[in-house]
């Protein structure tokens, strides 16, 4: 473990100022902290600023293994979104995974109103075509596996682990689908959720946050816009016909279905292994609301 790594994993220690000391890695002046960013429940997110020039530095979550996350697979496709126009520039990946840098992108933040209105809708389908054509990274998400992993960390006699005990033998059975309906696995961005896109003035849309990004099921990046940005029937129909560009046959629609119930499931597992590990920015009740979305699609 670096002297960086360790002295960020001190509990209270000043994060962002140990990073900050790190400057000559990525510039070529020191920077200054402008404000904390709006992050998600994971890692700490701020803007920084050097000869005019601005920064978004990520301290990683210090739970990102218990979290199943792969940090070099993220820096390789956040390096093919930049070239594809739809991401951030990487500056620095830090080779300890503590942090990275990337350009700050001057856009808007997105909000779900946007993703259920026509127009939203549209450059949404664009976004995930653009990202299901990029290249390819060394890596398979295996939905089975990426649940096991989580399942280590939650305990087996929890209230979470007994709740979802009885769905499971549904769930196995779409995830099995899912699995031989996915002939062709492209790289997939796996947490669009509106939180990890911007707009910019040309009104194109940027994907921010690449950590769960794995070679998988194009439907299930579908599924993380419809399950996240709460798309009603009609609008997920819409999405998947832009997607298409034609109307969606039943297999589609069977896919779409699939990859919904396991994107609830991962998600619960997920919300469960930030509550055990004692995350204090989630509670029991996010996880229950999770399971009852799960719920809700398998009744």
């Known amino acids: 473990m670096s002297e960086l790594t360790a002295s960020i994993n001190l509990p209270g220690a000043p994060e962002i100022d140990k990073v900050l000391q790190d400057w000559r890695s990525w510039c070529n002046h020191q920077p200054t902290l402008e404000r904390p960013l709006h992050g998600g429940l994971t890692n700490k997110t701020y803007l920084v600023e050097s000869l005019g020039q601005r920064y978004v530095v990520r301290i990683n979550a210090a739970n990102s293994r218990a979290l199943d996350l792969r940090r070099d697979i993220e820096s390789r496709a956040l390096m093919f979104a930049a070239d594809a126009g739809i991401g951030a520039e990487l500056v620095y990946f830090d080779p300890y995974e503590c942090y990275l840098v990337t350009r700050y992108l001057d856009a808007k933040p997105w909000t779900v109103t946007e993703s259920q209105a026509p127009e939203g809708i549209q450059l949404l389908a664009s976004l995930l ?45 779409h995830i099995d689908l899912a699995r031989k309906k996915n002939k062709q696995p492209v790289l997939c961005h796996n947490d669009l959720m509106a939180g990890n896109l911007m707009q ?28 996240g940005h709460n798309l009603n029937e009609s609008e997920s129909l819409q999405l998947l016909e832009y997607y298409l560009d034609a109307n969606p046959d039943k297999q589609a ?24 590990s004692a995350d204090d920015k989630v509670t029991l009740e996010n996880c229950q609301q999770e399971l009852d979305a799960l719920r809700q699609l398998l009744a």
Request: hydrophobic share 45%.
């Open 200 to 227: 910019s003035k040309e009104q194109a849309l940027y994907a921010l946050d690449w950590e769960y990004a794995a070679m998988g099921d194009p439907y299930f990046d579908l599924a993380v816009v419809v399950q």
């Open 253 to 276: 629609l069977s896919r779409l279905y699939s990859n919904r119930v396991i994107y609830c499931y991962l998600s619960v597992l997920w919300y469960a292994v930030k509550y055990h």
């Open 129 to 173: 075509k653009t990202i299901h054509r990029l290249e390819s990274v060394d890596y398979l998400l295996d939905i089975n596996v990426k649940a096991n992993n989580y399942w280590k960390t939650i305990p087996a006699d929890s209230e979470m682990a007994n709740a979802i005990e009885p769905l499971k033998v549904s769930i196995q059975h």
